[in-house]
């Protein structure tokens, strides 16, 4: 059974600082990897998806890695801004991209 | 493109009683999974419709149930809600069943038990 891990719970930083956040899952047969953001009480919005072939993925200023032996992505996010105050979930689908196991995320602030 | 939608937005009931909450799925897609998400925690696969047909299920009991129509929208329906089930309902459609296949998330509905 698949067990995604994302430490810390919550981050706090400066404006302007980079960051790392870290997502860890058990087994490494996966299909893809998806970072999303949840701001307080809203849906889900997908950021990137890293497919099990592919290394990282870009999208402005975030960029996310995938080790599938080491089971462990990464979100990097560079330049903070007080707008990128959310949470921040990773997904890894099973056998199906919809029966997707999560994460319970790492809820971040940055402080201007 | 329309994405997806779900309704309603906030919801109150009592235990005992039943609810039904909607998605209407982005165009195009044509399978629907619903997950929970209780305060503080991920998302909790609830089920998944495919093609109008229930494919797989999470751990949730039978008073979880739900539907898919032709146009491949969807409901979830809860039958004698408990306190327990206050959360955030997140429906999430995709173009197919494959492992490989990016999911979209709708807004959400915010479901209390009292």
């Known amino acids: 059974k698949q067990e995604v891990t994302q430490i810390p719970a919550a981050l706090s930083v400066p404006e302007g600082e980079n960051l790392v956040l870290n997502c860890s899952f058990t087994d490494s047969a996966i299909y893809n990897l998806q970072w999303f953001r949840q701001d307080p009480g809203k849906g889900l919005t997908s950021l990137l998806l890293?497919?099990?072939?592919?290394r990282e993925q870009t999208s402005g200023r975030l960029n996310a890695s995938l080790d599938k032996s080491s089971g462990r992505s990464t979100l990097y996010i560079a330049a903070s801004q007080p707008g990128d105050s959310a949470t921040y979930l990773c997904a890894v689908p099973n056998t199906n991209a919809g029966k997707s196991t999560f994460g319970d995320g790492t809820t971040l602030t940055v402080k201007p | 493109e329309t994405g997806v939608t779900q309704s309603p937005t906030h919801l109150i009931k009592t235990r005992g009683q039943q609810v039904t909450l909607r998605c209407s799925s982005q165009s195009g897609h044509n399978t629907v999974s619903w997950y929970q998400q209780a305060l503080g925690q991920g998302p909790q696969f609830i089920f998944q419709?495919?093609?109008?047909?229930?494919?797989g299920r999470g751990n949730f009991p039978p008073r979880f149930s739900g539907l898919q129509f032709p146009n491949y929208s969807s409901e979830l329906n809860v039958n004698a809600l408990e306190l327990d089930d206050s959360a955030l309902y997140l429906c999430?459609?995709?173009?197919?069943?494959?492992?490989?296949?990016?999911?979209?998330f709708g807004p959400g509905t915010r479901l209390t038990v009292l």
């Open positions: 999430a459609s995709s173009s197919g069943t494959s492992g490989y296949n990016e999911q979209f």
């Open positions: 890293i497919q099990s072939s592919q």
């Open positions: 419709y495919y093609r109008e047909e229930e494919n």
